[in-house]
């Protein structure tokens, strides 16, 4: 009664050997794709959000959130800095640094793959 499961019944050996393969090789692919995926994401939002409007809840600079902040701490210089287009710009500048990087992922998805994989680059071994 001592027998392994596994042993018993190879086809489920076979299988489950198949989909550790399956799973390894999806792994460092869909790492890739979700840091792009991230990536994109920050970038639309931090590019676009300090310069949008949204109705009922304020301007970047005017909204509920950044009133109270400024309220409890008694800092009014804490609006003015975030409402100034200075301030804007460096988050816009920080939105297209994620673009970059999510555009530059996609270019080198293979190479971000094997890297992840630990597999040896092949343009790294000839310059060995």
């Known amino acids: 009664m001592e027998n392994n499961f596994l042993e018993n019944y190879p086809f489920s050996t076979i299988c489950f050997s198949l989909i550790t393969v399956i799973l390894e090789f ?3 692919r869909l790492t890739v794709i979700f840091f792009i995926i991230v990536c994109l994401e920050a970038g639309v939002a931090l590019t676009l959000l300090p310069w ?20 409890t701490t008694g800092l009014p210089i804490i609006q003015s800095t975030v ?35 630990g597999k040896p680059n092949k343009e790294d071994s000839k310059t060995k």
């Open 26 to 28: 999806m792994v460092a």
């Open 52 to 71: 949008m409007s949204f109705g009922g809840l304020g301007d970047w600079g005017d909204n509920h959130l950044l009133a109270l902040l400024v309220e």
């Open 83 to 117: 409402a100034s287009p200075w301030f804007r710009g460096a988050i816009t500048g920080l939105g297209v640094l994620n673009l970059f990087i999510a555009f530059w992922e996609i270019a080198n998805f293979k190479k971000n793959v094997q890297i992840i994989e």
